[in-house]
């Protein structure tokens, strides 16, 4: 049993949680220590190491040296550990489930999807472990030209908070399938479950071949970024982290592909049922998953003028419904948001919503429930004008704008006119107006009629500023391995047999 999954709990003494480089268990090289706070009590639930640049050196060195045999195991075994590893997390997928409650605040029901999800992703890359297979080029008799595709050796992988193990494990798998050794750097205010991941993996996979390091971006993410023995970099967050990103990992010129923001609109012409939108609307900002902290949330609501005030009615009252309190308890919707900056940031939106002259329908400060914790109430603003900051920014909690729309294309044209590209969505029964505006809209990934689901295999990531390249997918799969050609000039025929 994992040490921290059996240890974190409400009122326990605050764990003392280490890192594992190489199977070895220590703290940070300085000595240094993060808190980890519970957002719905403000109290202590543990502490992590804070790694720097030496932890940083001594993973890379360490995931080097395994990487060469878990390469060299093929990916049979691979997959087959892989496999383990997902029955290993099942196994202890309750726990998770409270440990990612607890740390993160977002609601149980939730986390236990979250877990569910993980386990999925493990055996879908297990399952494609084997097709990272390259091709041949037809040549003369003379040569053979075919092309292979290779691991890239360490992967570091940096994830943000709100998806705590899902992210530190699932986002893990493809590139552990296509044979590298992987280092995870989870987000700095909900580490704890990434550390149970490591503790789970230390049973299942051969040591150094999964690392999780703890510790901010700026020191330790900044340090393996910008490590010359990194060659590939993965990371999911913000806009201007995935920038300053890109920016490091140009120094060894490291392959890098980046899964970041959104500012996501759903569009509903005025030919469905506005009740259906209005329930899906509230469903795809994840408000019941991550309390609103998703980069899918469909936070710009564009709503046909003809059916305008019907959705607006249904969505207030879906709004209202949403029980907000201690997310261990399965009776409630809505924790807090994760940690304290981000409450302060989230209020701060809203309140320069309200400044800038948009119309609080619903909720717009702290709940007047618990006096601790860092909750936001599920927020609906109207009045919203395309100029206002509620309309262009990516506010990360449960806030949404309601704006209206006449004519279809400047519909699009609206939601279109941002640096983001995440997602888009649409809500129509024309098959032809779906069709067009599936062309039409600038993201990486357009629902029409239902938001938010990902079957695995569809490729996901943003267009524009919300991202580099795809992951769910072969498409993340190949993306670990790098292509080499290999030519061979065959030796002259032996004139005594050939
Ligand atoms: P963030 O960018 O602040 O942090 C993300 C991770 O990067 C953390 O682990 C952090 O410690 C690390 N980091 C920070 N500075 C770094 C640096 N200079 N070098 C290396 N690593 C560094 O993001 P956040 O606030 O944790 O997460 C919220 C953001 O993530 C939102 O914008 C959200 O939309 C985005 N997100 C995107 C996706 C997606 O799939 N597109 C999924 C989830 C979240």
Known sequence: MSRVLGRVARGAPPVHALMSIGGRWREATSGARMDC???????????????????ADLAVRTAQEASGPWRALGWTKRAALLRDLAAAVAEVADRLAVLDTLDSGNPIAGMRGDIDSTVRELHYYAGLAGQTHGESTPTGA??????????????????????????????????????????VKPGEQTSLSAIALAEIAEAVLPPGVLTVLTGTGTELGEALVGHPGVQRVAFTGSVPTGRRILTTAARNLAHVTLELGGKNPLIVCPDVDPRTAARDAVASMNIARSNGQSCGSTSRLYVHERIRAEFTEALLERVRALRVGDPCDEANDVGPVAFAEHHARVLDHIERAKASGATVAVGGSRPPGPERGYFVEPTVFTDVTDDMPIAREEVFGPVMAVMGFTDLDDAVRRANDTDYGLTANVYTRDLRVAHRLAGELQAGYVYVNGTGRRPPGSPFGGWKHSGLGKENSHQELLSYTREKTITITLPAADPDWS
């Open 142 to 183: 003379e040569t053979v030209s075919f092309t292979r595709r290779e691991p890239y050796g360490v992967v570091v992988r940096i994830v943000p908070f709100n998806h705590p193990f899902k992210f530190a494990c699932g986002k893990a798998a493809a590139a552990l399938a296509a044979g590298n050794a992987v280092i």
């Open 37 to 55: 706070i519970d957002p719905t009590t403000e109290e202590l639930l543990g502490t992590v190491p804070a790694a720097g640049a030496a932890d």
